[in-house]
DNA sequence: GTGCAAACTTGCACGTAGTGTAATCATGTG
DNA sequence: CACATGATTACACTACGTGCAAGTTTGCAC
């Protein structure tokens, strides 16, 4: 039951000067990492300037991240967080591509997708990123699989691992798909016109997918049963 | 370039003594990569072990991969190939989804998923194959993208981006499915009925997308014993 | 064959990544 | 204040990945 918190994490106030230390040198680095990214391009800084620039060391630089990539692809975990936690808001009895669509629509959000619209321009042709960023895709699909297995519990069909490992890897892909297609329609464009096609796309894939990838479905037909 | 044109890649017989050699070193690479991993398992081995096993140098090896991880990942680049290989055998005018059935029912082969079971096994719970693993999925989805593309050239909505992104996206997502259940559930085992059960989560994972994943689909009766 | 050019391999050197360790400093607790 | 715990740091070390300048093999023309 998502209205009671099961999980151990959710501690809403410890607010102990070692936490904020530690959240506050995350924050140094990741926006270190970007500053450098910003000013050198992607693959023209090492991890010592990142840590010269954050005013830390080395070493502790590989306490909070075990590389640039995975400093820089902090931010593609946190959108997607975000993205989880949208998706936990949604009442379990609705059916799960409802859930996702609505989770998604709601990303289409400047201060969520700024640092990741940024993000992507600066690393656009780059496999730097790649790696970090695959990775966290599929740490999000993972999270999207956990949901979707606790909801499908109960339900006819729902104990199949097969439905919903696939399920959920293709909520996934449909989203990164819509993601991919917006950024290589509008690049940085964060206008509300932009961020509306985005709303669009990410209605529009998991309609897709609701569909079967009925060949002829017409687009923006998000009828749903 | 001594004689054709080449103009398309489609060279069968260019047996050049150098394109032999280097298949030959590249297998051997791969060789000794695969029996490092069996003998010592994941991580405990160095780019130097690898070349030394496979009687070359350590900077040659990096001429032919940029990592350990990459070497082994042309085990999983290789099933893939195959996989895209009868994906391209299927005519054009076939429903895109039912090529894909067939493809992938195609893979559940003893011959070409043998290696990769392996490798799985061998680095089961390891995030150390990880990064090129996802890398490699991930070039397959660019490749089924690909044919997805040419196929829906013409066809009505095929032109939009959206619909082949998240169509290739989501087929790879769900072969990915299938392989992961089949693992969980399987393990190394390659029996003829294992095989099966394989072809069978194939075949129903793209199956579900083309019905929607709807909730009301009667699961196979995949666990026989 | 001989000679040449292109491709491949190799050794070397260099910078960087990433980790273990022990000392030092900051923070929470009695 | 004293003490325990946790975080930062410096240091050292192994391994990665690459540029470079040789040396070696292959292809091709003569």
């Known amino acids: 039951m998502p209205t009671t918190p ?5 501690q809403q106030a410890p607010p102990s000067r070692r936490e904020l230390n530690k959240a506050a040198t995350r924050q140094a680095i ?6 450098l990214l910003r000013a050198k391009g992607p693959g023209n800084f090492t991890v010592e300037d990142i840590a010269d620039a954050a005013g830390i060391s080395r070493r502790t630089f590989f306490n909070y991240f075990g590389s640039t990539d995975a400093a820089l692809a902090s931010i593609v975990h946190g959108f997607l967080d975000t993205a989880i936690q949208q998706l936990r808001l949604r009442p379990a009895s609705e059916p799960m591509l409802e859930s996702a669509q609505a989770a998604l629509a709601a990303l289409a959000d400047p201060k969520a997708v700024a640092p990741l619209a940024e993000l992507f321009t600066l690393t656009q042709q780059s496999p730097l990123m790649a790696h970090s960023e695959l990775e966290a895709w599929d740490h999000c699909r993972a999270q999207v699989f956990a949901v979707a297995r606790e909801r499908l519990a109960g ?11 696939a399920l959920a890897g293709s909520i996934i892909s449909c989203g990164k798909a819509a993601m991919e297609v917006w950024f290589s329609r509008r690049g940085p464009d964060l206008t509300a016109g932009s961020l509306t096609e985005l709303r669009q796309l990410l209605i529009e894939s998991i ?3 609701g569909t079967g ?4 479905a017409s687009p923006s037909a998000t009828r749903s049963s």
Chains 1, 2 share one sequence.
């Open 6 to 10: 099961a999980s151990s994490d959710d």
């Open 30 to 35: 990741t926006d270190a990492a970007l500053e």
């Open 155 to 165: 339900t006819p069909g729902g104990q199949d691992e097969l439905y919903v490992h």
């Open 207 to 209: 309609a897709l997918l």
């Open 213 to 216: 990838f009925a060949p002829s």
